[in-house]
């Protein structure tokens, strides 16, 4: 136990705390423990493994705090908690950090350069992309290495600050050998089992990053567009067919023209064919039910791709593909086999090698020259897809990629996944609907290659043909044995060395996982799935899946989908999903918008306790502003932490008696009122609801603190008093209960006042129960009401609240009169009252008080 100090304070709790609770392993996961208790006594978090690239932000600590708190009040419960945590260490954010640090750019043709000294460390962000270093793939990978492990050390340290309760020596990076391991092994097994699959297709890809980009990843941005209207020339000369489009630069790409089949307008065309303006190429007039017949004029150009909907046309009316946009953002040189005429493989070249923007302004004025171009609408804004991550619109090309079947075209998963989820219990249950709205919307199978660097290697290789090329029908897979893996470097059994990329050898996959292919592992990582069986059974599935709300359609819904297609069950019990932090106007903060705040001051400058008070204050799915020139809430909570050690070292001034009984109604009454805030608070925590236990117990607190504490404060003194001992005992009593209630959310001030009474830490201390005892809570509400009518007569009569009186009249409903009574005594003796009368009224009221005359001196 520690001694108590003279002036208890909240500053160097946080350092204090944190080495002890590392020192004696406070929350380690005891394996001994969980196997005694079986499965029944473990309680274990998937904990959302935070992408260590660049720095933290509130909303990490916001909702961080929600899960550290269910943690907590699990330990105390008496389960065995298993609370790992992850780094998310690989992937395009960490590679464009890479990049602007350093001033690097990596080209993988270029060879290893053991000694390479990067130009710049922290201030490349302005380097335009030309004047980054170039670097080989390895000389790549290490830098990423060494930037994400000081990453990593810096959120810890944040993380260890704010009191994150988990066991530090149950972590992993998502790049480590282990990691990978068990990366690939899934993958293969997903191949195995026909789930994963390769396949050349239209795919969604971001020109600056050089990659594929799933579904889950898409987002709308408004950009400004203007409607093309173009002329295309009907093939048997009678006229002219109008569309209008905002593509013009795909003309070249054009496979067919589409109206809604029941407009009479163009059903005449249905079946016969166009020429494209200045390419002079043939084609198709169809009917798709897609068409918009009030959109433009009610026409569309298919080109392959302008957009989504031009995929879904491609492929339900079985066009060709004439792809002119490469993966670098630019017009291909080589011109479609379709464009035959002179003219129009003369036009093509005036495109071929410039960027969308410049290939639009030129095809514009080639159309414009041909006469096609009949006219040019104001611009507009509208909805395009871009890569949440990245800076330019997507753009659609044909690529080879590997897909996992998602039930976008698999009726049968799709029903599985849906009924999983309603096997999670959701917190708040209206979750559930996004998740469910995101599997029945989803419209092609998850894409997870990716076309970078710093990832887990995709484990295959390719045979090769006589000609030296692949054959994508001559998958090689290494054993499970072998893993982990770098096909660029090792070599697949029954070759040698000397058989890379040449005829009849074999060539290296040279894309890497996705990094949610990876992160939706994230049970199996710490779980010890395909690792450590033993501890795999004790810990799956996982009690509970924390997360944010965006994430739903890409971390949750992955993660359920690899559990559905390897266990056929659920990852967890429970989805407990934390809202936005919104800034004062209302607004999501995030790194894209400029609006986030960095943790580190906020819990420099009010203190770690403050800042979980105000995280645990606000129910999951519930948006949080945050105003970091009016943190109100933080406030509020620094005043309580400091009220739990000044309370604390009062209470403990006071001491108890050998054999010490409750024996006064008073002290009866707070207890039984301090029994139904246990139950309360139990009942709000076992449902998830932290916010509510918080606000139950935080108010009990206080009125223990301003009215029970200040009505027996004397009793407590006086050891003469027959009432001394019940009044210690209750004080203690209640101390004790309250500071485990509050331990949870504010976690090193109770942590410090409890250590002053107590051996061991509050947080493996046992949850409250109530005590059961007799006692009226009325006792106690009477007496606070008398009390506040006894400051306020004072207070109005403009006299100090040490005054002492002669004689006061306290009127109360007969039904409140016998509480009272009980009360009497220490109502004199904190109102220094001679003589105390109760009557009958309405209300409790001080009906009357006489101030005793001051002392002559």
């Given at each position: 136990?520690?001694?108590?100090?003279?002036?208890?304070?909240?500053?160097?709790?946080?350092?204090?705390?944190?080495?002890?609770?590392?020192?004696?392993?406070?929350?380690?996961?005891?394996?001994?423990?969980?196997?005694?208790?079986?499965?029944?006594?473990?309680?274990?978090?998937?904990?959302?493994?935070?992408?260590?690239?660049?720095?933290?932000?509130?909303?990490?600590?916001?909702?961080?705090?929600?899960?550290?708190?269910?943690?907590?009040?699990?330990?105390?419960?008496?389960?065995?908690?298993f609370y790992p945590i992850g780094w998310d260490d690989n992937g395009l954010p960490t590679e464009r950090r890479v990049q602007n640090y350093y001033g690097v750019r990596c080209d993988p043709s270029l060879p290893y350069d053991a000694d390479f000294v990067p130009p710049f460390h922290g201030d490349a962000k302005s380097l335009k992309a030309a004047d980054q270093v170039p670097v080989s793939r390895r000389n790549f990978i290490e830098l990423c290495e060494t930037l994400t492990v000081e990453d990593e050390k810096q959120f810890e340290d944040v993380f260890r600050q704010m009191g994150l309760s988990v066991d530090w020596t149950q972590t992993y990076r998502t790049i480590s050998d282990e990691t990978i391991r068990q990366s690939q092994l899934g993958f293969l097994r997903n191949v195995e089992r026909g789930e994963a699959y390769q396949a050349l297709a239209p795919t969604l890809w971001d020109v600056d990053f050089r990659s594929a980009i799933a579904q889950a990843e898409l987002e709308d941005r408004d950009q400004q567009a203007s409607y093309h209207r173009l002329a295309f020339p009907k093939s048997d000369g009678s006229g002219d067919v109008e569309i209008e489009t905002t593509r013009p630069e795909l003309l070249a790409a054009c496979v067919a023209l589409v109206a809604h089949p029941d407009d009479e307008r163009y059903?005449?065309?249905?079946?016969?064919?166009?020429?494209?303006?200045?390419?002079?190429?043939?084609?198709?007039?169809?009917?798709?039910?897609?068409?918009?017949?009030?959109?433009?004029?009610?026409?569309?150009?298919?080109?392959?791709?302008?957009?989504?909907?031009?995929?879904?046309?491609?492929?339900?009316?079985?066009?060709?593909?004439?792809?002119?946009?490469?993966?670098?953002?630019?017009?291909?040189?080589?011109?479609?086999?379709?464009?035959?005429?002179?003219?129009?493989?003369?036009?093509?070249?005036?495109?071929?090698?410039?960027?969308?923007?410049?290939?639009?302004?030129?095809?514009?004025?080639?159309?414009?020259?041909?006469?096609?171009?009949?006219?040019?609408?104001?611009?507009?804004?509208?909805?395009?897809?871009?890569?949440?991550?990245?800076?330019?619109?997507?753009?659609?090309?044909?690529?080879?990629?590997?897909?996992?079947?998602?039930?976008?075209?698999?009726?049968?998963?799709?029903?599985?996944?849906?009924?999983?989820?309603?096997?999670?219990?959701?917190?708040?249950?209206?979750?559930?609907?996004?998740?469910?709205?995101?599997?029945?919307?989803?419209?092609?199978?998850?894409?997870?290659?990716?076309?970078?660097?710093?990832?887990?290697?995709?484990?295959?290789?390719?045979?090769?043909?006589?000609?030296?090329?692949?054959?994508?029908?001559?998958?090689?897979?290494?054993?499970?044995?072998?893993?982990?893996?770098?096909?660029?470097?090792?070599?697949?059994?029954?070759?040698?060395?000397?058989?890379?990329?040449?005829?009849?050898?074999?060539?290296?996959?040279?894309?890497?996982?996705?990094?949610?292919?990876?992160?939706?592992?994230?049970?199996?990582?710490?779980?010890?799935?395909?690792?450590?069986?033993?501890?795999?059974?004790?810990?799956?599935?996982?009690?509970?899946?924390?997360?944010?709300?965006?994430?739903?359609?890409?971390?949750?819904?992955?993660?359920?989908?690899?559990?559905?297609?390897?266990?056929?069950?659920?990852?967890?019990?429970?989805?407990?999903?934390?809202?936005?932090?919104?800034?004062?106007?209302?607004?999501?903060?995030?790194?894209?918008?400029?609006?986030?705040?960095?943790?580190?001051?906020?819990?420099?400058?009010?203190?770690?306790?403050?800042?979980?008070?105000?995280?645990?204050?606000?129910?999951?799915?519930?948006?949080?502003?945050?105003?970091?020139?009016?943190?109100?809430?933080?406030?509020?909570?620094?005043?309580?932490?400091?009220?739990?050690?000044?309370?604390?070292?009062?209470?403990?001034?006071?001491?108890?008696?050998?054999?010490?009984?409750?024996?006064?109604?008073?002290?009866?009454?707070?207890?039984?009122?301090?029994?139904?805030?246990?139950?309360?608070?139990?009942?709000?925590?076992?449902?998830?609801?932290?916010?509510?236990?918080?606000?139950?117990?935080?108010?009990?607190?206080?009125?223990?603190?301003?009215?029970?504490?200040?009505?027996?404060?004397?009793?407590?003194?006086?050891?003469?008093?027959?009432?001394?001992?019940?009044?210690?005992?209750?004080?203690?009593?209640?101390?004790?209960?309250?500071?485990?209630?509050?331990?949870?959310?504010?976690?090193?001030?109770?942590?410090?006042?409890?250590?002053?009474?107590?051996?061991?830490?509050?947080?493996?201390?046992?949850?409250?129960?109530?005590?059961?005892?007799?006692?009226?809570?009325?006792?106690?509400?009477?007496?606070?009401?008398?009390?506040?009518?006894?400051?306020?007569?004072?207070?109005?009569?403009?006299?100090?609240?040490?005054?002492?009186?002669?004689?006061?009249?306290?009127?109360?409903?007969?039904?409140?009169?016998?509480?009272?009574?009980?009360?009497?005594?220490?109502?004199?003796?904190?109102?220094?009252?001679?003589?105390?009368?109760?009557?009958?009224?309405?209300?409790?009221?001080?009906?009357?008080?006489?101030?005793?005359?001051?002392?002559?001196?």
């Amino acid at each position: 136990m520690s001694a108590i100090p003279d002036k208890p304070a909240l500053e160097g709790l946080e350092a204090k705390w944190d080495g002890v609770w590392a020192e004696q392993g406070t929350y380690l996961f005891d394996r001994l423990r969980a196997a005694e208790l079986g499965r029944a006594g473990v309680y274990s978090i998937d904990t959302p493994p935070p992408t260590a690239s660049g720095s933290l932000h509130i909303g990490h600590v916001f909702s961080y705090t929600h899960t550290d708190v269910k943690a907590r009040y699990e330990r105390m419960r008496g389960k065995a908690v298993f609370y790992p945590i992850g780094w998310d260490d690989n992937g395009l954010p960490t590679e464009r950090r890479v990049q602007n640090y350093y001033g690097v750019r990596c080209d993988p043709s270029l060879p290893y350069d053991a000694d390479f000294v990067p130009p710049f460390h922290g201030d490349a962000k302005s380097l335009k992309a030309a004047d980054q270093v170039p670097v080989s793939r390895r000389n790549f990978i290490e830098l990423c290495e060494t930037l994400t492990v000081e990453d990593e050390k810096q959120f810890e340290d944040v993380f260890r600050q704010m009191g994150l309760s988990v066991d530090w020596t149950q972590t992993y990076r998502t790049i480590s050998d282990e990691t990978i391991r068990q990366s690939q092994l899934g993958f293969l097994r997903n191949v195995e089992r026909g789930e994963a699959y390769q396949a050349l297709a239209p795919t969604l890809w971001d020109v600056d990053f050089r990659s594929a980009i799933a579904q889950a990843e898409l987002e709308d941005r408004d950009q400004q567009a203007s409607y093309h209207r173009l002329a295309f020339p009907k093939s048997d000369g009678s006229g002219d067919v109008e569309i209008e489009t905002t593509r013009p630069e795909l003309l070249a790409a054009c496979v067919a023209l589409v109206a809604h089949p029941d407009d009479e307008r163009y059903q005449p065309y249905f079946g016969k064919t166009v020429r494209t303006p200045v390419f002079d190429v043939e084609v198709p007039v169809r009917a798709h039910h897609l068409a918009q017949q009030d959109k433009g004029s009610g026409i569309a150009m298919v080109c392959t791709f302008g957009d989504v909907t031009d995929i879904v046309w491609w492929r339900e009316l079985d066009l060709p593909n004439r792809t002119i946009l490469g993966q670098d953002g630019r017009v291909i040189a080589e011109a479609p086999d379709a464009i035959t005429s002179e003219a129009g493989r003369a036009a093509y070249a005036e495109l071929a090698g410039k960027t969308v923007f410049s290939a639009r302004k030129q095809m514009v004025e080639l159309l414009d020259a041909a006469g096609a171009l009949l006219g040019v609408s104001a611009p507009f804004n509208h909805a395009v897809k871009f890569f949440e991550k990245g800076d330019r619109p997507l753009e659609i090309v044909s690529t080879r990629q590997w897909y996992i079947r998602n039930g976008a075209r698999d009726e049968d998963l799709r029903d599985q996944l849906i009924a999983n989820g309603r096997e999670l219990t959701w917190h708040p249950d209206f979750m559930r609907v996004r998740y469910e709205n995101w599997v029945g919307g989803l419209t092609g199978d998850w894409l997870i290659s990716r076309q970078r660097f710093f990832g887990v290697p995709i484990p295959v290789w390719y045979g090769l043909d006589e000609n030296g090329e692949r054959d994508f029908d001559r998958v090689i897979l290494p054993d499970a044995a072998s893993l982990p893996i770098d096909p660029t470097i090792d070599v697949p059994a029954g070759y040698t060395a000397d058989q890379r990329g040449v005829p009849g050898g074999f060539e290296a996959e040279v894309d890497i996982l996705d990094t949610w292919a990876t992160s939706s592992l994230t049970p199996q990582l710490a779980g010890g799935w395909q690792r450590d069986e033993e501890l795999w059974s004790l810990v799956a599935p996982f009690d509970v899946r924390p997360q944010g709300q965006d994430i739903i359609r890409t971390w949750l819904f992955s993660t359920m989908l690899r559990s559905t297609l390897e266990d056929a069950r659920a990852p967890w019990a429970h989805a407990s999903v934390s809202g936005f932090i919104v800034d004062p106007d209302r607004k999501k903060m995030s790194k894209s918008k400029g609006n986030v705040v960095t943790p580190a001051d906020i819990l420099d400058k009010h203190g770690s306790d403050a800042v979980r008070y105000w995280a645990a204050s606000s129910r999951l799915g519930v948006d949080a502003a945050f105003d970091p020139q009016n943190p109100t809430q933080m406030k509020i909570g620094r005043r309580l932490a400091i009220k739990i050690l000044n309370a604390a070292k009062f209470v403990l001034s006071f001491p108890v008696p050998e054999g010490a009984e409750i024996t006064h109604d008073l002290d009866a009454s707070m207890l039984a009122a301090l029994d139904v805030v246990v139950r309360e608070a139990t009942t709000a925590f076992d449902a998830f609801d932290h916010a509510r236990a918080l606000e139950v117990t935080e108010a009990f607190f206080w009125t223990f603190c301003d009215d029970y504490l200040e009505l027996v404060k004397e009793r407590a003194y006086n050891q003469a008093d027959v009432g001394q001992p019940s009044a210690a005992l209750a004080l203690r009593i209640a101390l004790s209960t309250l500071l485990r209630l509050l331990a949870p959310v504010v976690s090193f001030a109770t942590e410090e006042a409890w250590s002053w009474f107590e051996e061991g830490s509050i947080h493996t201390s046992a949850w409250p129960e109530p005590a059961e005892r007799a006692g009226d809570a009325a006792v106690l509400s009477a007496a606070s009401a008398a009390l506040i009518g006894i400051r306020r007569a004072k207070t109005e009569a403009k006299a100090s609240q040490k005054t002492p009186v002669a004689r006061a009249v306290i009127a109360a409903p007969a039904t409140h009169l016998a509480a009272l009574r009980a009360a009497a005594g220490d109502l004199q003796a904190v109102g220094r009252i001679a003589e105390l009368d109760l009557v009958e009224g309405e209300e409790i009221a001080v009906t009357e008080i006489e101030l005793a005359p001051a002392e002559e001196s």
